[in-house]
Structures are given as C-alpha cells and as structure tokens.
T-cell receptor, first 115, second 112 residues
Framework: DTGVSQDPRHKITKRGQNVTFRCDPI?????LYWYRQTLGQGPEFLTY????????KSRLLSDRFSAERPKGSFSTLEIQRTEQGDSAMYLC?????????????FGSGTRLTVV | GNSVTQMEGPVTLSEEAFLTINCTYT??????LFWYVQYPGEGLQLLLK?????DKGSNKGFEATYRKETTSFHLEKGSVQVSDSAVYFC???????????FGAGTRLTVKP
C-alpha cells in the first residue's frame, strides 16, 4: 500500500468551471476525510465518510460542494461553479474507525487555483 | 466547541538550538492530542501523539507532554537540525476520532 493518493496534484481552473478531485485512501481504512487548507492556516474539516456513508459535513461545505464515496473505497470531491475563494489545498485523509492512537494518514493534497 | 491554539510563527533557530512550540487546547471532554509536521510540497505526517493526561509522546527527538491542568501540549526538541525546517501543526481529536481540529501551524526554519 502506497498510502493516501490524491489526484491531481495541481489544478488551475477558470472561475465558474466545475472541478473534481479524487482520493484513494489506504485500502483497509474505512474512514475518509476531506479538509481544506488555505495559506498560513491549518486544515479545516469539510466532511467525512465511514465506508460509503457520509456522516458529517461542515458548514464550510456549501451547496456547490459535493463529496461521494460510492463503494466505500475511493472518494471524489466536486466543486461546481468555482469561485476565487475556493482556491486552496484540498487534503484527503483516512483512518481506521476508532483507531485514535494512529491519527490520520494524509495525502499530499490537491492545490486548486481559481483564476 | 473544541479548538487548538498554537504559537504564531515563523520561528527561526540556529542548528542545535532548543525548540519549544506552544500549543493549548479547549475541549469538552478528554481529547487525544497530536503534532503533525508538513514538509514543503508534502502532506501532513503524524509526528507524535498522546491519548491521556500525563502521557508523553515522542518521535525523532521531539517530545510533547499532555498536561490536563494547563490544557497544553507543547512541542520540544533539545537540538534542532536544518532538516527539521517545516510547518508544525497541533491537533486534537475527541470521541471516536471523527473530527480532528488543527491549529494554524507554526513555520520553523533552522539555519546552519
């Protein structure tokens, strides 16, 4: 297992376009999390899945954002009608349910720039 | 709600200097506490953790002790190296590990 993979690493898009990011977690991890990180800030929680169920969504996740994990494996995060304020690093992480001692394993992130 | 406050950076030290990065937390219960490190161009990596009061987490020469009485989890290293230059994040997770909260991060630069 190569850890948590995110694709693409970088994405530049014009305002108003839709973008989709993919995350492949560690295979045995049943939990998957999406975070957003802006420059000079720590990661902010967006949403998380346990298997295929989306169990919690942050108020940061506006109606333009949607996340899926259809088979409980990889996940996608889609942003519709992108705005310049969406420019950030989008981080994916995974963990085993209840395994607090091990924290989360993060991917390298997808850097989104909206021009 | 739960939150983490860590000292603002940037912090610049000479090689072999002593490092302290302060972190305090607010939580309704008994969280687990973590330090993550982010090297340039990479994702966050777990550096160390402590799951209950008075626990000491340690890794790669870094240490942090879970202090319930002062709600703190300060990161220390006795002798930093240039390779320790990175951004350090304090974080907490409560309950069943379903929502980890991070501090704003502290950028450390170590000069030779």
């Amino acid at each position: 297992d190569t850890g948590v993979s995110q694709d693409p690493r970088h994405k530049i898009t014009k305002r108003g376009q839709n973008v989709t990011f993919r995350c492949d977690p560690i295979s045995e991890h049943n939990r998957l999390y999406w975070y957003r990180q802006t420059l000079g800030q720590g990661p902010e929680f967006l949403t998380y899945f346990q298997n295929e169920a989306q169990l919690e969504k942050s108020r940061l996740l506006s109606d333009r954002f949607s996340a899926e994990r259809p088979k409980g494996s990889f996940s996608t995060l889609e942003i519709q009608r992108t705005e310049q304020g969406d420019s950030a690093m989008y981080l994916c992480a995974s963990s085993l349910n209840g395994q607090v001692d091990y924290g989360y394993t993060f991917g390298s992130g997808t850097r989104l720039t909206v021009v | 709600g739960n939150s983490v406050t860590q000292m603002e950076g940037p912090v610049t030290l000479s090689e072999e200097a002593f490092l302290t990065i302060n972190c305090t937390y607010t939580a309704t219960g008994y969280p687990s506490l973590f330090w993550y490190v982010q090297y340039p161009g990479e994702g966050l990596q777990l550096l160390l953790k402590a799951t209950k009061a008075d626990d000491k987490g340690s890794n790669k020469g870094f240490e942090a002790t879970y202090r319930k009485e002062t709600t703190s989890f300060h990161l220390e290293k006795g002798s930093v190296q240039v390779s320790d230059s990175a951004v350090y994040f304090c974080a907490l997770s409560e309950g069943n590990n379903n929502d980890m909260r991070f501090g704003a991060g502290t950028r450390l630069t170590v000069k030779p």
